[in-house]
């Protein structure tokens, strides 16, 4: 079992749709979980963090269920702009590497 | 504050040739990680150092591959004896290693080409 999995996309949707993605992570003692963004030939850039009460940034929502081991994203009213590869990320404790699964790519169409 | 950098961009090198990567983290930053992007795959642990000292190389390959962290000076990924299979991006990320949750910040990338 691969240690972060994501939906495989890609996600095609008009603007204004609002667009779920799903991750699950099979290490358990995982503490800390994040949502980057990759855009075509960039580095990752950090979407945000996700924390066990949920947060919400703007249009963005992440959860996370540690029962589960099961996080995700919502993105409302999608521009063009959150065209880009969405990368679920989880990493055990500080000070050490982060797990990236392989990423959700998104295009909003006009 | 500059963010991470890294330098060259862009890396073309024939077999056999040796590749040299740097990576200067963000300021106030002591910790670097190497992170490895195959062609539509996503980003592989490589190497994670603080000044002078790797901490884990679980994720290099056994040969070829090596990592610096000089007291003075970036961070310098090297690859010896170039093979197809090495064309890649390589991402340099730093972090102030502080606080759990805290996470990593990464530079623009090497586009490594092998021909």
């Known amino acids: 079992r691969k240690e972060v999995e994501q939906d495989p996309g890609p996600f095609n949707v008009p603007e204004g749709a609002t667009v779920a993605f799903n991750c699950t992570y099979s290490n358990s003692a995982s503490q800390s979980f994040f949502w980057y963004r990759q855009d075509c030939r960039k580095e990752p850039k950090l979407l945000m963090s996700v924390y066990s009460s949920g947060n919400e940034d703007g249009r963005f929502t992440a959860q996370l269920n540690r029962a589960s081991q099961y996080i995700s994203l919502l993105i409302r009213d999608s521009k063009l702009s959150d065209s880009a590869t969405y990368l679920c990320?989880?990493?055990?404790?500080?000070?050490?590497?982060?797990?990236f699964g392989k990423g959700t790519r998104l295009s909003v169409i006009a | 504050n500059a963010g991470v950098m890294q330098n060259p961009r862009h890396l073309v090198r024939r077999r056999g040739q040796e590749a040299r990567l740097r990576c200067s983290p963000m300021k106030g930053h002591s910790h670097v990680y190497w992170y490895r992007q195959l062609p539509e795959e996503g980003l592989k642990f490589m190497v994670y150092l603080q000044k002078e000292n790797i901490i884990d190389e679980s994720g290099m390959p056994k040969e070829r591959f090596s990592a610096e962290f000089p007291k003075e000076g970036p961070s310098i990924l090297r690859i010896q004896q170039v093979v197809r299979g090495d064309s890649a991006a390589y991402f340099c990320?730093?972090?102030?290693?502080?606080?759990?949750?805290?996470?990593?910040?990464f530079g623009p990338g090497t586009r490594l080409l092998v021909l």
């Open positions: 990320v989880v990493n055990l404790r500080g000070n050490t590497p982060l797990v």
């Open positions: 990320a730093s972090s102030p290693g502080l606080a759990r949750g805290e996470t990593q910040y």
